[in-house]
């Protein structure tokens, strides 16, 4: 089913190579995941220092939200009206497993509160909406894989409703070693048709 | 004193993920919040942990470290006072 919404931009963040529309933006050998994220994030000379609080899923999310609303031209110092629609697997499975490990010695109980707060997936999307002052929905879906048609589905109920003028969408996904972001904003001007199968065009870029 | 001030920043810097400040950055009288180092509410949680973790002292009340934390100085003071470890 196509829609009336189209795709304009999009970026994918894997195999220690970040990506704009296609076209690679960043690529080191890094085979670190914080290595590799920390050097992207100043090589695009971003200066927000609590990039460096975050946990890895947020840092993830929040590089490849980076990457496609500076090229927004959005203005940071009014409200944006942009929804945010993420989607991933491992949900925050990674910083959960760091908690855990902070309390499993009784002798040794320490837990972390900057750890604590990212015990979430959908924390990445405050980060994210905290920057770009975005105060319009979200939601965060946990899939077994990649799910085109409902992030097609549900933006496109998003947009149809007037609940907001663009929909920041995608799946953000890190477990350990293994990391990918797929992210794309959806808008009523654009030349990429929003449909299921440029989604998974884009996605497989 | 001075050694337990220096240990501090260190510990600060690392912690707290301070990655675009040195710790020779840090002045002994700075704040540590607001203007200063720009320490946010979660920061003041970790720092509690720290004194719990690194000098056996445990706060009770969030609310007290608002003056103890002021900045390296009183809480190195405090720290020199209170701790049991």
Known sequence: MNSKYHITSFCNIKNNTVSLNGSVIYNDENNDFLEFIKAAYKSFETDYAKFFKMDA???LA?????VLLKNEDLNQEEENNIAIVFSNKASSIDTDRKHQKSIQDKEDYFPSPAVFVYTLPNICIG???????????????????????????????????????KVLCGWVELDGDHYEAFLYLVTKKGLTTHNKQNILKLYNT | MDDLKQELKENIVEQLNLEDIAVEDIDDNDMLFGDGLGLDSIDALELIVMLDKNYGIKLTDPKEGRA??????????????????
């Open chain 1, 57 to 59: 899923l947020s840092k």
């Open chain 1, 62 to 66: 929040f590089l490849a939200a980076d």
């Open chain 1, 127 to 165: 980060e994210i909406s905290i920057k770009y002052k975005l105060f319009s929905e979200n939601s965060f879906f946990i899939f077994d894989a990649f799910n085109a048609q409902h992030l097609f589905d549900y933006t496109n109920s998003l947009l149809a409703t007037d609940k907001t003028e």
């Open chain 2, 68 to 85: 103890i934390f002021e900045s390296i100085d009183v809480m190195a003071k405090y720290i020199f006072e209170n701790r049991t470890k």
